[in-house]
């Protein structure tokens, strides 16, 4: 049964970033990205500005900025980030819909865990309330543990991103229902506990149905390095057009 909730597809940008980095030729542009995707029905675009700089650079983020506001003002821009680096410069000046907060290292070579509570509850609490008093929706990128999910709303934020790479990993195992039903249950925790849900991190073309099947309500998927990839093959919106369709075949889909 679906809920009413619709599920927005987000995408992440890091790897146009990342190969366009490689040369000094601007090529490939992260905001035609961005257009042709947004095109073709995407509901916001997601980037995570790492301090190293290695692939989306402080001046994607402000000219995405400003492309949304201009042209998509009804798509969302979500800003991810650990909000005791630099994420709170991007918070500040550019108020995006969502700052989504990640408790990564500044080297680390990828996301790979959420935030601990009750460890980090106090350290939370005042950048999520800073962001939440300049209108920016907050979401804690999380592992799924429901038990942590009442303490990740009483710090203050709006919404829990499930990390997802445990779920994609499991999924030629004989684990992958466990922890399918993990999830579920930790997005279910999440909704008692009054947070909305969003998911990311291993999504993909393959694996994206199953999942929204199981776990109800999600609000919002980013989804970037696997959807670079189909991108490479089937173009921007051919590839946004996929992950479209794999959002509608699980029975949720966020107007467009
Ligand atoms: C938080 C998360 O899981 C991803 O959004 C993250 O942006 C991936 O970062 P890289 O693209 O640098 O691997
Ligand atoms: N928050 C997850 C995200 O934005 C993209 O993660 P991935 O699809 O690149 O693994």
Redesign the pocket.
């Given at each position: 049964m679906s809920s009413s909730i619709s599920t927005a597809l987000s995408v992440?940008l890091?790897?146009v970033a990342l190969v366009r980095n490689t040369r000094q030729l601007g090529i490939p542009s992260v905001l035609f990205a961005a257009s042709m995707c947004l095109d073709a029905g995407a509901q916001g675009i997601?980037v995570?500005p790492?301090p190293d700089r290695?692939?989306i650079r402080p001046q994607d983020v402000r000219e995405l900025s400003a492309l949304l506001r201009k042209k998509w003002p009804k798509a969302e821009f979500n800003i991810?980030g650990n909000p005791f680096h630099n994420l709170m410069e991007f918070v500040r000046e550019l108020r995006p819909h969502q700052a989504?907060f990640?408790p990564d290292s500044e080297t680390q070579s990828?996301?790979d865990h959420g935030w601990s509570f009750p460890e980090d509850a106090e350290r939370l609490r005042p950048v999520i309330a800073e962001a939440k008093a300049l209108g920016v929706r907050v979401s804690l990128?999380m592992d799924p543990n429901p038990d942590m999910m009442a303490a990740a709303k009483a710090a203050g934020a709006d919404r829990v991103e499930l990390?997802t790479e445990g779920y994609a990993a499991s999924r030629e195992t004989s684990e992958a229902q466990s922890v399918l039903q993990l999830y579920a249950e930790a997005a279910r925790a999440a909704q008692a506990a009054g947070l909305e849900v969003n998911a990311?991190?291993d999504l993909s073309r393959d694996n994206l149905t199953e999942f929204l099947r199981a776990v109800p309500g999600v609000c919002e998927v980013?989804i970037?390095?696997a959807f670079v990839s189909d991108a490479l093959e089937l173009g921007y919106t051919g590839a946004t057009r996929e992950y479209l369709r794999r959002i509608e075949e699980a029975g949720e889909q966020a107007p467009r």
């Open positions: 992440n890091n790897k997601t995570h790492r290695r692939h991810e989504t990640v990828t996301s990128f990390y990311g991190h980013s970037g390095h």
